[in-house]
């Protein structure tokens, strides 16, 4: 099994900066792909980016050149830094790991809001 479990979301005002976290833990050595999904109230869960085991990544148009995603494979670390945020922004993010055989695994998600 994998366990990830975020961390840094928050209340912010708009045009401010929140940077996420996603600590994984079990069996790590199954995840290849990795991303950060967000789901507002009533509506569905989306992908924001997402990062493969290459490096390579791959944003939504409305997150390009606001929000950065990264990994730290020594530290079994998924990052989102979020810059110039806006009350659009506000939902519940969700951390994704992909296995083998579409085996997704998520962790229980950090809320972010945004007041304006």
């Known amino acids: 099994q994998v366990q990830l479990v975020e961390s840094g979301g928050g209340l912010v005002q708009a045009g401010g900066s929140l940077r996420l976290s996603c600590a994984a833990s079990g069996n790590i050595f199954r995840i290849s792909d990795v991303a950060w999904y967000r789901q507002a109230p009533g509506k569905q869960r989306w992908l924001v980016a997402d990062i493969t085991s290459g490096g390579s990544t791959n944003y939504a148009d409305s997150v390009k050149g606001r929000f950065t995603i990264s990994r730290d494979n020594a530290k079994n670390t998924l990052y989102l830094q979020m810059n110039n945020l806006k009350p659009e922004d506000t939902a519940v993010y969700y951390c994704?790991?992909?296995?083998?055989?579409?085996?997704?695994?998520w962790g229980k998600g950090t809320l972010v809001t945004v007041s304006s």
């Open positions: 994704n790991g992909k296995a083998p055989y579409d085996i997704n695994y």
